[in-house]
């Protein structure tokens, strides 16, 4: 078993930056996937970010490549999400998530554990 524990949300106005903390319990931290999804209200969840079991490999969605920059540090069991340049339009609850096959990281399906969500508000 795995939880997850995101923080690092809040307001902040557009062009500005933040970044997020997802700490999870265990030993295994290592051999998972690790993902980053975002829900806007009134939206479904959709995947924003992944990296790979040593942090080798990241994949984007194209509306923050640039911007976003996903990161891991396995001695302390944490993935992070430094997000600049923010905009409007990436107001959302963010989610960090666990998985552990990197072919499907895209895919909510599959990824086993989820933390609680941290809510990021960017002001225009």
């Known amino acids: 078993q795995v939880q997850l524990v995101e923080s690092g949300g809040g307001l902040v106005q557009a062009g500005g930056s933040l970044r997020l903390s997802c700490t999870a319990s265990g030993r295994t931290f290592s051999s998972y996937v690790m993902g980053w999804f975002r829900q806007a209200p009134g939206k479904e969840r959709e995947f924003v970010t992944a990296?790979?079991?040593?942090?080798?490999?990241?994949a984007y969605v194209d509306s923050v490549k640039g911007r976003f920059t996903i990161s891991r540090d396995n001695a302390k069991n944490t993935v992070y999400l430094q997000m600049n340049r923010l905009e409007p339009e990436d107001t959302a609850i963010y989610y960090c998530?666990?998985?552990?096959?990197?072919?499907?990281?895209?895919?909510?399906?599959?990824?086993?554990?989820w933390g609680q969500g941290t809510q990021v508000t960017v002001s225009s």
């Open positions: 998530a666990a998985r552990r096959d990197w072919t499907r990281r895209i895919e909510l399906t599959g990824y086993d554990y």
């Open positions: 990296i790979s079991w040593s942090g080798a490999n990241t």
